[in-house]
């Protein structure tokens, strides 16, 4: 038996905003930041857990001490007990009956018990000598489903329906498994798109993103139509028609807004497009499908929660979904998440970049291809070759493909130096 120790927690930023790199149409200057956490324990293996929460700047000391908050739930704890049940651990954070209040089951808080949850997830897979993709792909589909809260979910996604769905995966697991080491999943980039880079660097950018083997870009959206107009035409006349090009708007828009924005760019034949207004906007995002199609909508990254996510499915009002490994409570909940787009029928696109983000989910999507929908058919993990170098694991692109990661754990552990160069200290 061993026990938690310790909780640490530090607030680390990089100063991305100097390069413009993530610029796009409503945050023009993100310092890529994490707030990061390390859970230790008084077993003698060496190993740790190792989670964080992306955040681009100001407000990192908030998230953090969010998660420091949650230090008197976990330190004097039995470890295996919460390991050998990460269901009731979950339940048992997000339930929490005062901290709740500051949600309920999304935002600052939410997203410090996904830090705290997923640096658990860690810790067990490196226990168990598996990268975190595989130890959920070698689980039992009643194991996967007791992860599940499915408290508000039963409307649309019972107990029944998630086992029936992992249960007809389970025949091709070993299969797939074999697949994903030799061929990957797939990529897409973002590299080339951020708004603030020059129509050369725009050029330049798609040019190698192509020579690299990615078969999709994404562009950013939403400052100047004319702008989008001129970069969009580029764009597409350096990739060529067989490129696909996706659209990311970062919610600057309303709805009249959007559809008639669109409206002017349909002509480049786009893949999506993503986050075209508020991310609570269930509603506005139906009317927007409706009015752009047959143009896609994309949305996730800034979706809350699981509850949220069942609307936008329930409203038909995103046609790709995009779960992101930091703004939900954890692993479990992106489960949670995958088996509902999974019951929809609706692929899901992970959002990336920023810092880590790429190391986290990609293991989710993996799990997803071996044990939930079996197929990468009309799905792509966002890429962008941004800070791979501070982390223990950094992410293996090539070919326009994410490599299995083989080592242990779920990819965030980041480089004890690199950790304390980058410390925030005001
Ligand atoms: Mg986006």
Redesign the pocket.
């Known amino acids: 038996m061993s026990t938690i120790v310790t909780v640490d927690t530090v607030d680390i930023r990089f100063p991305t905003s100097e390069q413009l790199d993530g610029s796009d149409a409503m945050n023009a200057d993100p310092d890529y930041s994490a707030a990061y956490v390390e859970i230790t324990t008084d077993a003698d293996d060496g190993h740790s857990g190792h989670g964080f929460v992306f955040t681009i700047g100001r407000g990192n000391d908030i998230q953090t001490a969010a998660i420091r908050a949650l230090s008197p739930h976990l330190v004097g704890r039995d470890v295996e007990a919460i390991l050998d049940d990460m269901g009731s651990f979950w339940r048992g954070l997000v339930g929490d009956s005062q901290l709740r209040w500051l949600g309920p089951e999304k935002g600052v808080m939410h997203m410090a018990i996904g830090a705290v949850v997923n640096a658990m997830w860690d810790l067990k897979a490196k226990r168990a000598s598996l990268p975190l993709w595989r130890l959920l792909a070698r689980m039992s589909p009643e194991e996967i489903v007791d992860l599940i809260d499915f408290r508000y979910l039963t409307d649309a996604l019972t107990r029944d329906d998630a086992l029936q769905i992992l249960r007809a995966a389970e025949p091709g697991r070993a299969t797939r498994e074999a697949e994903l080491l030799e061929h990957g999943y797939p990529a897409y980039t973002t590299t080339p798109g951020w708004l603030g880079y020059s129509d050369e660097k725009l050029a330049r950018l798609c040019r190698e993103a192509v020579a690299d083997g990615f078969r999709m870009i994404k562009l950013k959206v939403g400052g100047d139509v004319d702008d989008d107009i001129r970069r969009m035409r580029l764009a597409r006349e350096t990739v060529g028609p067989d490129i696909r090009i996706g659209t ?1 708007a ?1 919610q600057r828009w309303g709805v009249d807004e959007a559809i008639e924005w669109m409206g002017r760019l349909s002509e480049f034949d786009i893949a999506w497009i ?2 075209p207004t508020n991310p609570d906007d269930i509603l506005a995002h139906a009317a927007i499908a409706k009015g752009v199609a047959p143009i896609p909508v994309a949305t996730g ?1 800034h979706c809350g929660g699981r509850v949220m996510f069942k609307q936008l499915l329930q409203a038909n009002a995103l046609s790709v979904l995009q779960i992101d490994a930091t703004r939900v409570a954890g692993v479990n909940e992106n489960i949670a998440i995958l088996l509902l787009a999974a019951k929809f029928g609706v692929p899901v696109c992970p ?1 990336a970049g920023g810092v880590g983000l790429c190391e986290a989910v990609q293991h989710l999507s993996m799990f997803d291809f071996i044990a939930v929908t079996g197929t990468t058919e009309g799905r792509v993990i966002e890429y962008v070759d941004h800070l791979h170098e501070h982390f223990v694991t950094p992410t293996d692109v090539s070919g326009g493909v994410y490599h299995a990661p083989t080592a242990p754990g779920n990819g965030m552990e980041m480089l004890a130096a690199s950790r304390e160069e980058y410390t925030f200290r005001g």
């Open positions: 990311d970062n993503e986050e990254e959002h």
